[in-house]
């Protein structure tokens, strides 16, 4: 059959109201085929956690609608009918069930499948109907599939181009039987694929009475003017802004391999109603898993503009029509095979920070803190009650950034998750795998100080009660802090403590991931999550709002007083004594002028600030420490120290891409602090960690 994509007709020009009838019967007929699979999937990650999205596409992947879905999984996957009509051309056919995981084409980890099923009418394509999950294992070297220290893809499990899983409605066993031959319990992963199938019969006949009622032309223009009309919305929004450049810098931890920083770098330039924003002065890819593709790189922008710019409409790919894209082969956003990408991922929350970063002096009103990423916590291991494997999945969440308006959500989920459920519920793992929980609760001090707050983290633990196992845990950041905006303070990084005869172990503590520790019966592993960046000074924060913090557990005594100058007596705020902290604080802040060179300094990839010797001291820095510079309106810029006898003492060497970030002029000061840890109580015994805050080579 030969495959045409359909062109509308140009029907009777449709009303409004007959526009909001269909697009919200296109959003109903996705949100049930989500429940489908919630329904009737067999995995924990899919029915408890909500691991997957749904959405349907235009013929050319455009994306026309989806409903809660993570955007992080779906809007990829305009790169997987890309590559599915590269591959098969016109041998397409109604019923055919098409996979595709290729992390170079759609920038994630191979867990994330995409399932795409077509739709014709009248012999013509007219969408597809595209379902991304989690597979909990896809193969590879360890149980899950995501390993910190793979060095090349073929680690990681099965990498699918795109390949047939049905032709026409049947079938195809070979390819099928190769699959779950290949991937860790292969009866569940068989279970949960069977379930997206039935899925997609379910929505056909849904799909196709949307169809019959209203019309398939009519519908076909109604997901054009839906798009045109998100990309005007766009580019209204993208036109208030000061044309110009806007910059921004963060760092990854650790590739896996090694506790080192490894920049991420954007460019975003603004022009009339369009937007290019350019990754490709971010740092070479990388030994192990962080990296990613074109894919990974536009999902991260698209994901920020839209939610800086335009975040209550409902998402379809017209609000990605003005913005461009650019990558640079052999970088960590254009990695070549086989460079590992299991941590594409999180390498992809990072990517929307970088771009938020940038984007906060254009729009401070919208503007967040830093905030939690994905995280990946493998326990698996063998059960002897049931003579079993096990691969218990969590990937519990931490805060979200403050706003300008109010503090940053306690273990939420952020924007761009749409429903993905982060906090899988503990009852459930407690009656399908060899543990107990033992807590989940807010974890204090987490959240980023700020004149609002950032979100706090979660604190879980989890008892081993029989059998033995390892600990995986893939997250990013796991030494600094995400950061906070004008001003304020990072929350706390993620780590990962395993606690075996009272004695606490730090097994990320020299690369800042978690591999296969191994656990055994008693065992107590915590998992302790990111808290939120804060927002504005946080010596500016009520001190009532501050006193209700430590009240609550939210902060505790010493924080309220080092990093909000708010000192508390008998259960109240001693007005007099919280001015005397507030101005002594202020007074020990240090402030350097800004003296423009031609060039930053960078070494190893790694940004450095030039300081005199006095002002190390007053910083209380050694060489190679980690310290950040805060300018008016802006996110923090990150180095590390070196030491220069001779400098002038109130000068800070600045090139040029600093100061595009800073968006400030020689001669104006900014604030200059040492970068602390706020893990360093948790960790106890087994802190200080070799990684990114330490100096050195590290």
Known sequence: MKRKILKSKAPAPLDPIKIEVIHNALISFIKEMRHSIIRTSFGPSLRERHDFSCALQAPDGELVAIYQDNPPHIVPTVYAVHGVLGRFGDDIHPGDIILINDPYILGGHMNDVTHLYPIFAAGRLILWIVIRLHYTDIGGMAPGSITPDSTDVYQEGIRIPA???????????????AFFANVRMPEERKADFMSLVASFWTSEKRLRDILDTHGTDSVIMCGEIVRDRAERRMRDAIAKLPDGDYAYELNLDSDGIKGRWIPLRVTVRVEGDSMTVDFSESAPSVVGPMNGSEATAACAAFVAVKGVLDPTPDVNGGSFRPVRVVTRAGTLFQALPPAPTCGAQDLMHRATSVVLGALAPAVPANALGDHCGPGH???????????????????????????????????????????????????????????????NELRGDSGGAGKQRGGLGVRRGWRMVRGSGTVTDMAEPSFTPYHGLLGAHGGAANTTLVVRDDAVLAPAAEAGKVVRFPIQEGDLVQILKWGGGGYGDPLDRDPRAVLDDVAQEYVSPYAARELYGVVISDGAVDEEATGRSREQLRAQRVYLTVAAVDQDTISDDTRLWHL???????????????????????????????????????????????????????????????????????LGDAWPPSGPTRGGDS
């Open 377 to 439: 916590h493998y326990m698996p291991g063998w059960d002897p009650e049931t003579g079993r494997p096990f691969i218990m999945y969590d990937s519990p969440i931490g805060g979200t950034g403050a706003v300008q308006e109010h503090d940053g959500d306690d273990v939420l989920a952020g924007f761009e998750r749409g429903d993905h459920g982060r906090i899988m519920p503990m009852e459930v793992h407690e009656t399908e795998f060899p543990f107990l929980a033992e807590f």
């Open 163 to 177: 390949v047939k899983a049905y032709q026409a409605g049947e079938p195809n066993d070979a390819f099928l039987d």
């Open 612 to 682: 005199a010797p006095e002002v190390a001291g007053r910083l209380t820095v050694e060489e190679g420490d980690a310290i950040e510079c805060v300018a008016p309106g802006t996110a923090p810029l990150r180095g590390r120290a070196r030491i220069c006898p001779g400098q002038p003492a109130e000068h800070l060497p600045t090139g040029p891409f600093a100061l595009q970030v800073f968006r400030i002029r020689p001669g104006d000061r900014v604030w200059v602090r040492k970068l602390n840890n706020p893990m360093q109580s948790e």
